[in-house]
C-alpha cells in the first residue's frame, strides 16, 4: 500500500497563482478580440458606405457655401458686389411622410423650373438626399416650409450677390457655386476680399458707374445697328492711370454666369470673355499717332513744313502701299494724320528705321501683355521679323496686333505729358499715383494734342466734334486677321479719343468687331461710322459728370500749324477710316 504525502502550503500557493495569472491573460485576450472585432466592423461599415453608398446622397451639400468676402465697389461707393444670406432646400425622399403626390404638386407651383413629375420621381426615388433649390430667398422658404413635410430640409447659406446685374461684369467676374472666384476681380482680389470681409471694408475699384452704363449702353447701340459680333469700349485717367469704364459686348450676367449667351463670334464664342484685354487686334491708323510721335521726338520730323510724297502709291518690292483717301500730293506731318495717309506714315518710317520704331513700341509695353490686375490679358502679335515692308506697315498699324487697354496707356502717355504709366482697375489715392516713365517729352505731349484736335476738327473725325468738349482723337480701320489670313468683309474699326486736348483728362476707345454697313452709312462700316459715334456719345453723356463743362471759349492753339495744312474739301466726305 503506497503511503500518501502531504504537499507542502508554499506549492498550494503556488498553483493559484498560476491559474489566477491564466484567467487575466485570457480576459485581456477576449477584450482585445472584442477591440479589434468592433475596429474591423467600423471599418467595413465605412467602406461599404464609401463604396456602395448613394453617389447622389450629398450632392449639392457644400454648393453656394463661400467664405466671407468684402463687397467690391466703385470709385463712388455703389455696390457691385456684396454677400447676402440665402438658403438651400433639401429633401431626404425616404424620410417623407406626407402624400408624396400633393407635395410635387406644392413643390412644382412654388419652384416652376422642374415639373409636377419630376418632383415626384424625386420624391419616390431611393436616394437619401436631394437638393431641390441653391440660393432660395426667404419667402420662398417659407412658402415651401408651409408643406409641414419634416423631410423637406432647409440650410442656411451665404450668396454672392451682384445688384447692378450685368453692368461692368467682365470687371467684377463672379463666383461659381462652391463659393470659388472665377474670374475678374473678385478673382484677382480674392484673398483680399476675404481678408477684408472680418473688418466689414469694402474694396473700391477705380471703375464708375455713371460712365460704365454710359459706355455699355452706346456699345449696344451700335453693335445692334450695325450687326457687329462684338465691340469694347474703354476710359482711361490720364493721368492716373485709372479705369473709368471697360466693356465688352456682348454680356452676361454675374449672378447666373452659367446662362451666359453664346457669342456669335465663332473666334470667342463664350459672352464672358473680355474683349477689352484678352482680345489682340489689328487697330490700324490709330498707330500713326504712335509713329509720329516717335519721328518727332526722333528729330526725324524736325520741320511741320516739310512734306511727305503722297503722290501716288509706293511700291517697296513686291508690295505697293496706297492711300484710302488719297490727296495725290505732297503731305506735312498734321496733314498724315488728318488724311490718314499710309503713304506720309509709312515714308516716316522708313527715315525712323527698324530700331527706333521697334524700340519705341517696346517703350510704350506693345511688345508685352498689358499690366492690369485681372487675369486673361492677351499677349501681342509681335513680328517675328522685321523687313523693310513690316517697318512701315506696322507704322499704321498692320502686322502688330495689341489689346485696346495698350492702345490706351499709349494715347494717355502721348497727350499726358509724356508719362506712361501702369493701368489699374483699384481707385488709387491721388497722392499715390505711380510716378511712371517717360516716353516722350512734353513739347512732343503738346505738338500730339494739337495734331489729334486738328483730326477731329478738319480730318477723318470730324464728326466726333461735340461744342466745348475739345475733343481730340485718330480712327483706324483695319481687315481682321483670322489665322493668319486677312479676311477682307470682316473689319475691325476702332475710335481713340481724349478730351479736353487743351487740359486732356481722359482718353475714350471704342473697337468694333465686324461691323456690317447699313442704308444710313451709305452701305460703309469704317471707323468714322461705326466706332466713332458711339465715343461722341460717351463723351456727351459723360463729360459734365466728370467736370468737364463745355466751354466753347477754350481750345487748342493749333495757329502755328496753320500756314503748313491745306483746308480739306469738305465734299471729300469722311476718310475710309
Partial sequence: MTALVARPARDRFAGKREQSVALVHFRLMVVMLMFAGITAVILFRLAFVWAFSDPGANEGRLAGLAEPRANLVDRNGVVLAGTIDAWKIGVHPQKVIGDRGLIAVRLAQLMPERSEQQYRDILFSKRKFFYLKHEAMPELVNAVNDIGEP???????????????????????????????????????????????A??????LSIDSRVQGAMENALAIQVTKHSAVGAAGIVLDVHTGEVLAMASLPQFNPNAPGLAPAAVDPLHPDARFNRAISSVYELGSTFKMITVANAIQQGVVKDIAHRYDATAPLHVGKYTIHDDHPQRRWLTAPEILMHSSNIGTARIADELGQQRVAAFFRQLGLDRPADLELGARGKPLWPGYWARTTVMTTAYGHGIAVSQLHLANAYAALINGGILRPATLLKRDPDHVPQGTRVISPQTSARMRQFMRLVVTMGTGRSANVPGFRIGGKTGTSEKNINGRYIHNSLVTTFAAAFPMDAPRYVVIVTMDEPKGIPETFGLRTAAWTALPAVKNVIARVGPLLGVIPDNQRDVDVSDLMPYIRTPDEKGGHAAD
Fill in 151 to 197: 423631410g423637406i430640409v432647409f440650410e442656411r447659406e451665404s450668396r454672392r450677390y451682384y445688384p447692378q446685374g450685368s453692368l461692368a461684369a467682365h470687371v467684377v467676374g463672379w463666383i461659381d457655386r462652391d463659393g470659388n472666384a472665377a474670374s475678374g476681380m473678385e478673382l484677382a482680389l480674392d484673398k483680399q476680399l476675404r481678408e477684408q470681409a
Fill in 199 to 204: 473688418q466689414n471694408k469694402p474694396v473700391a
